[in-house]
């Protein structure tokens, strides 16, 4: 009997010591859990916060402010360039082997206090031909002799098989012209002009022509 009460009492205190260890343990991993949960809600509501505010200000900012390059003072004295673009037409070259294709460009370059230039450029896309003719013709701009707004004499501008005739006119009668001669005319500032095209009608032809007879003008004094 003495024997069966002591391995009761044994067990006893063995099933009390266990839920005591039990209960101890269970506030720290509670702890531990909720420490983690706090943290882990943390973490993911930061990034959820504030960048997604800091973004909006960003773009608020693109949208609101837009890009300001450097302050460049104009001169009111610098003439304005005016850029034509007279013709575009591409060109086939057939080769062993096979077709490229290419592009050529006229256009007619001028500051309108005189000066006046073109050019007749190639290249692989109708961009760059346009860019390198621009190019071109602003190195090689020639001055026009005019009276006023007008040429000062008739003249007859001649290339190939096209002929160009140029006659002053008398102020508000306008530019009295075709596509590529007016082009040539705007370029150089001539605002009262009377001209004509005989035989050809190819641009190109057109425009050298008309370059033609304004190189070979002469002034009064002359």
């Known amino acids: 009997m003495d024997q069966e009460k002591q391995e ?25 859990d909720t420490a983690g949960e706090a943290k882990s809600e943390g973490k993911k509501e930061a990034p959820a916060g504030k960048p997604a505010e800091a973004g909006r ?32 037409k591409r060109i086939t070259k057939v080769t062993k082997g096979g077709k490229k294709l290419s592009f050529s460009a006229l256009v007619v370059v001028g500051d309108t206090m005189g000066k006046v230039g073109y050019s007749l450029s190639k290249a692989s896309e109708v961009s760059i031909a346009i860019r390198k003719a621009m190019t071109n013709a602003k190195k090689n701009m020639v001055q ?32 009295i012209a075709s596509g590529p001669v007016r082009a040539v005319c705007d370029g150089a ?34």
């Not at 009377?194 to 641009?203: G, Q, V």
């Open 8 to 32: 009761n009492a044994a067990e006893k205190q063995e099933v009390k010591n266990e839920q005591a260890a039990a209960s101890s343990q269970a506030p720290a991993e509670a702890t531990k």
């Open 57 to 88: 200000d960003r773009r608020s900012r693109r949208q609101g402010s837009p890009r300001k390059g450097p302050d460049v003072a104009k001169d009111p004295n610098d003439p304005e360039v005016l850029e034509k673009v007279i013709s575009i």
């Open 144 to 175: 026009v002799k005019m009276r006023g707004s007008t040429i000062p004499h008739e003249i007859i501008g001649e290339c190939s098989g096209a002929e160009v005739l140029l006659k002053p006119a008398s102020e508000g009668t306008g530019v």
């Open 189 to 222: 500032g001539i605002h009262n002009i009377l001209t004509k095209c005989h035989r050809s009608n190819n641009p190109i032809n057109v425009v050298k022509a008309t370059f033609d007879g304004l190189a070979r003008l002469k002034t009064v004094e002359k």
